[in-house]
């Protein structure tokens, strides 16, 4: 069974920086085969798409965060990463990773805990 574990979150000042990751255990060596993305989810609001990488390397974005964060990964080491610059309190959310492919032949679709980003002076 696939499982992803939530890293890097914490306090951080307006313009400052965070790098989160994702760990994925489980997956019988087909991370490299994943959709995998990033989602926040804000007190009283909807879970929502903040950045999504393909197996393939594409990218995409909300148009909240292009030009601040970037994800990527390392299939190596079956992680995920989200890269915030210049954070403003807007992004003070829960940030959850999500996979999503088939594993032995069955199809996942797998989230992890979430880790909280506070962005405040």
């Known amino acids: 069974q696939v499982q992803l574990v939530e890293s890097g979150g914490g306090l951080v000042q307006p313009g400052g920086s965070l790098r989160l990751s994702c760990a994925a255990s489980?997956?019988?060596?087909?991370?490299?085969?994943?959709?995998l993305s990033w989602y926040q989810q804000a007190p009283e609001k909807q879970r929502e798409l903040v950045a999504a990488?393909?197996?393939?390397?594409?990218?995409n974005y909300a148009d909240s965060v292009k030009g601040r964060f970037t994800i990527s990964r390392d299939n190596a080491k079956n992680t995920v990463y989200l890269q915030m610059n210049s954070l403003k309190p807007e992004d003070t959310a829960v940030y959850y990773c999500?996979?999503?492919?088939?594993?032995?032949?069955?199809?996942?679709?797998?989230w992890g805990q979430g880790t909280q980003v506070t962005v405040s002076s």
């Open positions: 990488i393909t197996s393939g390397g594409s990218t």
């Open positions: 489980g997956t019988a060596f087909s991370f490299s085969t994943y959709a």
């Open positions: 999500h996979a999503v492919g088939r594993r032995l032949g069955r199809a996942i679709d797998t």
